[in-house]
Nanobody, 123 residues
Framework: QVQLVESGGGLVQAGGSLRLSCAAS???????????MGWYRQAPGKQRELVAV???????SYADSVKGRFTISRDNAKRTVYLHMNSLKPEDTGVYYC??????????????WGQGTQVTVSS
């Protein structure tokens, strides 16, 4: 079992920055460093979309809409993954979730999700 707890969301003006955190705990968290981790977001009335992925080997990938503005990172000693968000836009508004299975077809990864953290960007 893995529990994921996100934090760091809030209300910010366009152009501002936020840093989201996702802390892992539980009986499987000792192998956290081997997991690929990812952040999804869901805007009101829209499907959940993949924002960023970081593999166990620290390879990162991003949705086109956030490239150059968002950075995903991880601290395996703290069992925490981060999403650094800069130059925020109103269209970045949504609930942000972290997951241990960012690529939905990768059944080798356990499938855990956090409860989500709300990000609201005002214009």
């Amino acid at each position: 079992q893995v529990q994921l707890v996100e934090s760091g969301g809030g209300l910010v003006q366009a152009g501002g920055s936020l840093r989201l955190s996702c802390a892992a705990s539980g009986s499987m968290s000792s192998i956290f460093s081997y997991f690929a981790m990812g952040w999804y977001r869901q805007a009101p009335g829209k499907q959940r979309e993949l924002v960023a992925v970081i593999t166990g080997g620290l390879i990162t990938s991003y949705a086109d809409s956030v490239k150059g503005r968002f950075t995903i990172s991880r601290d395996n000693a703290k069992r925490t993954v981060y999403l650094h968000m800069n130059s925020l836009k109103p269209e970045d508004t949504g609930v942000y979730y972290c997951t241990t299975r960012p690529l939905r077809t990768d059944t080798a990864q356990p499938d855990y999700w956090g409860q989500g953290t709300q990000v609201t960007v005002s214009s």
